[in-house]
């Protein structure tokens, strides 16, 4: 059986720091590229970064970019989002997702899905 499971979310002020996690068992971990999708209440879900299976490539949404950082360590099944500089505006539940093919940017690529974690920046 598969489980996704992240970790890491929490209360943070604004221009500070997170470091999610997302740990994987029951698929094979380095052949699936990951992703991370953020959900805010009312708003569709948001591409935030994937990285490919070996780690070599690693793609941000416009939201991420300069601030984020995706990284993964096949050895330990596990997928990190690294997020810096926060801002209100990146409230959200974080999900973490994996996927075989397709545009790493699209959600609906992407079979295995975690239950979220929740991220709430304060100003």
């Known amino acids: 059986q598969v489980h996704v499971v992240e970790s890491g979310g929490g209360l943070v002020q604004a221009g500070g720091s997170l470091r999610l996690s997302c740990a994987a068992s029951?698929?094979?971990?380095?052949?699936?590229?990951m992703g991370w999708f953020r959900q805010a209440p009312g708003k569709e879900r948001d591409f935030v970064a994937a990285?490919?299976?070996?780690?070599?490539?690693?793609y941000y949404g416009d939201s991420a970019r300069g601030r984020f950082t995706i990284s993964r360590d096949n050895a330990k099944r596990t997928v990190y989002l690294q997020m810096n500089s926060l801002k209100p505006e990146d409230t959200a539940v974080y999900y973490c997702?994996?996927?075989?093919?397709?545009?790493?940017?699209?959600?609906?690529?992407?079979?295995?899905w975690g239950q979220g974690t929740q991220v709430t920046v304060s100003s």
């Open positions: 997702a994996g996927t075989q093919g397709g545009i790493l940017s699209n959600y609906q690529n992407y079979i295995q």
């Open positions: 029951g698929l094979t971990f380095s052949s699936y590229h």
């Open positions: 990285i490919n299976w070996s780690g070599l490539s690693k």
